[in-house]
T-cell receptor
């Protein structure tokens, strides 16, 4: 079975802090994604990576950056966390169009 | 890019009844339509998908239908059971570049009443 793991299930950070969300997949997938999930808005794509060190902005990249130094790991970085970044963050990897999601990280910024 | 609208946002059904969720899309070139189910505390998981060369696909109690002319596709769950309670998302390709990025609907929270 494909396994996508995220470093934390719950995270509480203060405004202005730098936040790292880590995602690891074990199926050697080339494509990886970061989404945020908010009620009534579904899943919105933040960033996409199609190979090591390769990335593309999604629909809502503002305030976020990403890093993919190794194929299995895709990190989401909030350079200076703000309260409007309080959300559920989902990582996914994909093969042949099917996306496999991690369990999510619920981030609260106070 | 693709715009996907999903209705209804919430759906409550009696156990044993059917549930139907409908999505519309904007890009007539879209050719792949997956449905994901998200149970409480978990990430979404693919439950069924359909490609544009077929009009219907069925897998046990769930089925998806596609109307390319009207640009809408629907998820049908028959004989609903308590374990069908979850949030369901439809999706379509975000672009037509075959890069596997998806545009998701807003989600439907399905509650099956015992």
């Amino acid at each position: 079975d494909v396994k996508v793991t995220q470093s934390s299930r719950y995270l509480v950070k203060r405004t202005g802090e730098k936040v790292f969300l880590e995602c690891v997949q074990d199926m050697d997938h080339e494509n990886m994604f970061w989404y945020r999930q908010d009620p009534g808005l579904g899943l919105r794509l933040i960033y996409f990576s199609y190979d090591v060190k390769m990335k593309e902005k999604g629909d809502i990249p503002e305030g976020y950056s990403v890093s993919r130094e190794k194929k299995e790991r895709f990190s989401l970085i909030l350079e200076s966390a703000s309260t409007n970044q309080t959300s559920m963050y989902l990582c996914a990897s994909s093969s042949m169009g099917v996306q496999y999601f991690g369990p999510g990280t619920r981030l609260t910024v106070t | 890019g693709e715009n996907v609208e999903q209705h209804p946002s919430t759906l409550s059904v009696q156990e044993g009844d059917s549930a139907v969720i409908k999505c519309t899309y904007s890009d007539s070139a879209s050719n792949y339509f997956p449905w994901y189910k998200q149970e409480l505390g978990k990430g979404p998981q693919l439950i069924i998908d359909i490609r544009s060369n077929v009009g219907e696909k069925k897998d046990q109690r769930i089925a998806v239908t596609l109307n390319k002319t009207a640009k809408h596709f629907s998820l049908h769950i028959t004989e609903t059971q308590p374990e069908d309670s979850a949030v369901y998302f439809c999706a379509a390709p975000l672009t037509n570049q075959n890069d596997y990025k998806l545009s998701f609907g807003a989600g439907t929270t399905v509650t099956v009443r015992a």
